[in-house]
């Protein structure tokens, strides 16, 4: 009798142990808190997409765009109908199939709320679907950015969601989460600030190539993916890895690498090399930064290596980068950045005193609270204080920064002149996608530069289908936007994945995906 | 007066590719564009009808998400109090028996350093010997009491043994101080001179008598608890109420900083209430 209950406990102990191999747990970057990623653009609501919804296209670690859901598609000879057909089988996670009218339903609400899906929506005549599993679009005149947009891997990324469900309007949130990827959302276990629960989809069938980036096949190995909320301090996600209580920590804290690097079963992946980028932004609606003259000195002062010195520390994960858009990718070019690259503070000094800068304080916005970003502004203060600016440094929490970067006030009454952020490298990769590099005036991102030379050449740049005239008119737009001085690029640096050594699979490329992945 | 400082719900919820447009249409959808005072009439108008209102974040009744970490709340200030409780009072009583003694000063050197010690700085000190090194207890996570009493207990029991020290040394020195005064009372001389055993002196008179400051910390110490733990919830990752607050401050998430605002002043409320009443019953020389 007492060998019979051990047996049976010991089976049990194995069942638990055995269970638990097929959960996943992730630590996170950040918390979870909004669940439709077409409404707003936090990389933590793209990253719940890419568990429960696939998406037309994809881009591969090469930056290459390639089919998803799609099977095949055609383009006519004047490139204005493209006809899309979608992969068969292709199912919901209610078991209902994906049709070319979910996917116009998708595509009509992305292109509501997204830069580059309204830009692409300028160009779109109408769409419609001759079969259900075909889909086309007439456009009014050809344009050079249809798979770019569709095969967007960052925010907003264009995910495929049931019809009934993306004909909620833009301005409102979804209320229904299931998509045709291949995880399904466990909505009863999602306990927001505690912890988000994926299942795998049973039904989902993968591509046959392999994963890269967001294309190819979507394996699902475990059977279950626990996203950890709640654990948040730096210093208890690595002793959580360490012990093994999580498998993978998405961001660790660049202070904490030395640490990870001795940890026994932890290892180290950059999955995402391309990484991401600095940048300061000026306020061009207020003195100083209303003169590029200003702006240009403030460039030629803010040199990169400090600041990635100061904030990454670890000289494997960062690098100086000329560009505005990532550097190693089709855009990435040195053209126009002479003013900060090949710059020093005696010229910014000199640059500074031509500009007829009158003294009038620089409002930097300090976040106090957001590691990954919070010693930039320091950095800044002190370059720009060398150069001859007079600085106000204001410190406060990241979701302060948020709200006033927001408002067109002038410093003194709330505003600011300069807050420095990070972009994930696709983000800002081409001249749509980098926020930055609009200059509509107050219709543009935050900081609401106005140039319409800019605007111009972004124009053209969509219109353009030839390659080599797309990447030429990229470098214009580079050349002009370091003249005017929309913002300064500060470098670029990686912030790879702390992992348990059993798991693997990670899937190189930008974002935060976990198919693939497997837990030995 | 969170209202009066900077901050704005939309513009965080828009995400950082966000234009000033959406930020704006974002505002207009929560009610944000009204004044303040109307604002307020409406959230007011709503609590009366026992309603405290959507997150602007989780697009969750404020009410549901109080209700998923009151578990992890109670569960982590009961037990804290429960060891608290029973570890402080017999030190306290000890202490004041041997007043003046080496137990005494230890106690009392225990005390400040129970005080002083910042709850972070012990916590990592505990995680690093009790879970790393000895691996007895996980570094961090909760498990609800659904899942079995002993995970539950087991991933409580650390962050318990953090924040109890310092009730510890709280309640301790409230308790010498009290039975200390008790012990000089004419009735303790006449219960010794009546031959009662010293454990019977200490217990059924000293202590019996020096009962309401003691329930009175612990009761404000409950109080504190509840809301007030949040360096222990984010040091062990434990999704109570006091993270709640901080999160929804951070993101200024307004209905639920009311909420939780509105549900701890009834705790403090509640509680301070259930201990004036206990006074009844430790000393039957009240009346109310």
């Not at chain 1, 590029?292 to 990169?304: D, F, L, N, P, T």
């Not at chain 2, 709503?46 to 209102?53: F, M, S, Y």
């Not at chain 2, 404020?62 to 570890?87: H, N």
């Not at chain 2, 691996?135 to 207990?153: I, K, M, N, S, T």
Request: some cysteine.
């Amino acid at each position: 009798m007492r060998r019979r209950i051990l047996a049976v406990l010991a089976l049990m102990c194995f069942s638990i142990v055995h269970a638990q191999d097929k959960v996943l747990r992730v630590v996170p970057h950040s918390n979870l808190s909004i669940l439709d990623p077409i409404w707003t653009t936090q990389f933590m609501a793209r990253n719940h997409g890419y568990m429960i919804y696939d998406t037309l296209f994809g881009t591969d670690e090469k930056n290459q765009v390639k089919p998803q859901m799609v099977d095949n598609w055609t383009v006519s000879p004047d490139k204005r109908l493209w006809t899309f057909t979608l992969r068969p089988g292709l199912e919901f996670h209610d078991g209902k199939p994906v049709t070319g009218e979910d996917v116009i339903a998708s595509l009509e609400r992305w292109g509501k709320r997204d830069a580059m899906g309204q830009k692409l929506m300028t160009f779109v005549e109408r769409m419609d679907t001759p079969q259900p599993n075909t889909f086309r679009i007439f456009l009014r005149e050809a344009c050079g950015i249809m798979l770019e947009a569709l095969g967007k891997p960052s925010s907003n990324v264009p995910f495929i969601m049931p019809k009934r469900v993306a004909e909620t309007p833009a301005d409102k949130q979804i209320e229904e989460h299931i998509g045709s990827g291949p995880y399904i959302f466990k909505r009863d276990e999602f306990k927001p600030g505690d912890k988000a629960v994926y299942v795998r989809n049973p039904k989902y069938m993968p591509r046959k190539e392999a994963p890269s980036g967001t294309t190819g096949g979507k394996n699902v190995y475990v059977e279950r993916v626990e996203w950890n909320l709640a654990l948040r301090d730096a210093q208890a996600q690595v002793n959580a890895l360490a012990k093994g209580e999580v498998d993978i920590l998405e961001r660790p804290a660049f202070e904490s690498y030395e640490q990870l690097k001795k940890a026994d079963g932890v290892v180290l992946v950059n999955k995402d090399p391309l990484g991401f980028q600095y940048m300061g932004r000026f306020n061009h609606l207020h003195p100083p930064f209303n003169n590029a003259k200003v702006r240009q000195a403030a460039i030629a002062a803010m040199q990169q290596e400090p600041f990635l010195r100061a904030q990454v520390g670890v000289k494997e994960f960062y690098k100086a980068c000329p560009s505005m858009y990532t550097c190693g990718t089709p855009y990435g070019t040195a053209k126009g950045s002479d003013i900060q690259s090949k710059s020093n503070m005696r010229k910014a000094q000199e640059l500074l005193k031509a500009s007829g800068y009158d003294g009038t304080p620089v409002v930097i916005l300090k976040p106090t609270d957001l590691a990954a970003i919070q010693k930039l502004p320091d950095v800044a203060a002190q370059l720009l204080r060398q150069a001859g600016f007079k600085v106000d440094l204001q410190a406060m929490d990241w979701n302060t920064v948020v709200s006033r970067r927001a408002k067109k006030d002038p410093p003194a009454q709330g505003g600011w002149n300069i807050f420095l952020t990070a972009w994930l490298a696709p983000d800002v990769w081409s001249p749509l996608t980098n926020a930055a590099l609009g200059a509509a005036g107050e219709k543009s991102w935050f900081g609401w530069p106005s140039d319409e030379q800019i605007e111009k050449l972004r124009d053209q740049f969509a219109r353009e289908t030839d390659d080599a005239k797309r990447k030429a008119i990229a470098e214009q737009i580079q050349v002009r936007a370091f003249e005017i001085g929309t913002h300064a690029p500060l470098g670029e640096y990686v912030n790879p994945y702390a992992v348990r050594k059993n798991i693997t699979g990670l899937v190189t490329g930008s974002g935060d995906t976990y198919w693939n992945v497997r837990k030995n | 007066m969170l209202r009066l400082t900077p901050g704005d719900p939309a513009a965080i919820l828009a995400g950082d590719a966000a234009n000033a447009d959406q930020i704006a249409a974002i505002r207009a959808s929560l009610g944000l564009d009204r004044s303040l005072p109307v604002q307020f009439t409406i959230w007011l108008g709503n609590v009366l009808q026992g309603e405290l209102g959507q997150s602007y974040f989780y697009k969750m009744q404020v009410t549901q998400l109080i209700g998923q970490r009151l578990e992890p709340t109670f569960a982590l200030a009961g037990l804290t109090i429960l060891i608290a409780i029973l570890v402080s009072i017999p030190l306290g009583v000890i202490a004041a028996w041997r007043f003046g003694g080496w137990f005494d000063r230890a106690l009392m050197g225990f005390s400040v350093l129970g005080f002083s010690i910042p709850v972070f700085v012990l916590a990592y000190i505990l995680i690093w010997l009790v879970s790393l090194q000895l691996g007895w207890f996980p570094v961090q996570g909760y498990r609800r009491l659904a899942d079995g009493f002993f995970p539950f207990l087991h991933h409580l029991i650390l962050p318990a043994i953090t924040l109890s020290v310092i009730y510890i040394a709280l309640i301790a020195r409230v308790t010498r101080a009290s039975v200390l005064e008790a012990l000089g009372e004419d009735y303790i001389r006449t219960a010794r001179a009546k031959g009662l055993p010293e454990l019977r002196v200490l217990v059924r008179h000293a202590l019996a008598n020096a009962a309401v400051p003691i329930a009175t910390v612990i009761g404000i110490g409950i109080a504190i608890l509840i809301g007030g733990v949040v360096v222990t919830e984010s040091v062990y990752a434990i999704p109570g109420l006091g993270r709640l607050t901080v999160d929804a401050v951070l993101a200024r998430d307004f209905p639920t900083i009311q909420g939780v605002i509105l549900f701890f002043s009834f705790i403090y409320v509640l509680v301070n209430l259930i201990i004036d009443l206990s006074y009844v019953f430790l000393d039957p020389r009240i009346r109310y």
